[in-house]
Nanobody, 124 residues
Framework: QVQLVESGGGLVQAGGSLKLSCAAS????????MGWFRQAPGKEREFVAA????????GYADSVKGRFTISRDNAKNTVNLQMNMLKPDDTAVYYC?????????????????WGQGTQVTVSS
C-alpha cells in the first residue's frame, strides 16, 4: 500500500508561482511513476504531469508545458510540481497519484494510488 500526502496549495495572483509537494510512503519509491492531476469544479479530473522515478523522465499536458516542472527527490521520497506563470484556468484541486512501473500514462484509471488533494486558486 502507498500513502501520498500533498502540500503547498494556496491562493496566488495570475502570473505568480506555487510549488506543490507530494510525500510517498510504502513500497520502493524508485519503482513508481508519480503523477499530478487536477480537477476543476464541474469538470473531469485531468492529467497535468508525471515522472518516472527511476529515470527522471517527465511528461506534461500541453496546457502546462513550459510553465510547470515536475521533479523528484529520491532521498525524501518526494515529487514536486513547480508551477509558474499561473493562470485562472489553472484553478483546481491538484491530486498526487502513483502507479507501480516505469511508464507514463495520461489517464486517471492507470494510477492506483491517490492523495487527498490540495486546492490551488489563481485570481485574475
Amino acid at each position: 500500500q502507498v500513502q501520498l500526502v500533498e502540500s503547498g496549495g494556496g491562493l496566488v495572483q495570475a502570473g505568480g508561482s506555487l510549488k506543490l509537494s507530494c510525500a510517498a510512503s510504502g513500497r520502493t519509491f524508485s519503482s513508481y511513476t508519480m503523477g499530478w492531476f487536477r480537477q476543476a469544479p464541474g469538470k473531469e479530473r485531468e492529467f497535468v504531469a508525471a515522472i518516472i522515478v527511476s529515470s527522471g523522465n517527465p511528461g506534461y499536458a500541453d496546457s502546462v508545458k513550459g510553465r510547470f516542472t515536475i521533479s523528484r527527490d529520491n532521498a525524501k521520497n518526494t515529487v514536486n510540481l513547480q508551477m509558474n506563470m499561473l493562470k485562472p484556468d489553472d484553478t483546481a484541486v491538484y491530486y498526487c497519484a502513483a502507479r507501480v512501473g516505469g511508464f507514463i500514462y495520461y489517464s486517471v484509471g492507470r494510477f492506483a494510488y491517490w492523495g487527498q488533494g490540495t486546492q490551488v486558486t489563481v485570481s485574475s
